[in-house]
């Protein structure tokens, strides 16, 4: 049986203007992390992630989002969603 285990706590949520990213465990530089729109549109990207990441929001329209980090093999580690309200 697969451990859910969280990699990443995300807040505020919903977000207005800026929104954090920051690792709980299992932190490595080498992870990507992407962010896609409900289209499926990848909207944002940061490569050679930081133990802490915040993302301005001002380029973002509102509504939700879907977040994923990514090994450097390009395999999911987490993904999630949060809502942008403006």
Known sequence: MESTVKFIKF?????TTV?????????DRSYSFEI???????VYEIKN??????????????GVYIFQ?????GKILESGKFQVSK
């Open 11 to 15: 807040y505020p949520n919903p977000a």
């Open 69 to 73: 980090l990514r090994d450097k093999t």
């Open 49 to 62: 992630v930081a133990s802490a990441n915040q993302v301005s929001l001002d380029n973002f329209n509102r």
């Open 19 to 27: 929104i954090n990213f920051d690792f709980q465990q299992g932190y």
């Open 36 to 42: 896609y729109n409900f289209f499926g549109k990848k």
